[in-house]
């Protein structure tokens, strides 16, 4: 799957934030901007190659989100996903 949309989580392949959930916030040819909220807020977000994120099937409405709402997503999600790991 090669669609990178604005609002879908992805996870960090490579890098020193690998493993990291992030929420993409804007894309180019070969890149994805991305912000967690914390270190990458929306105002300062990550620029990373494609092929170093990992989609995660989850898309957000994040049109008039701020870094809080970016937190609390990745933070929700983190929680889910700890779940289904019981």
Known sequence: MDRFEKGMLVRSKAGHDAGEIFIITGTEDAYVYLADGRLRTLQKPKKKKKKHVQIILQQY?????????????????NKKEENQED
């Open 61 to 77: 409405d994040i049109q008039d989100a701020d870094d809080v709402k970016i937190r609390r997503i990745i933070k929700e999600w």
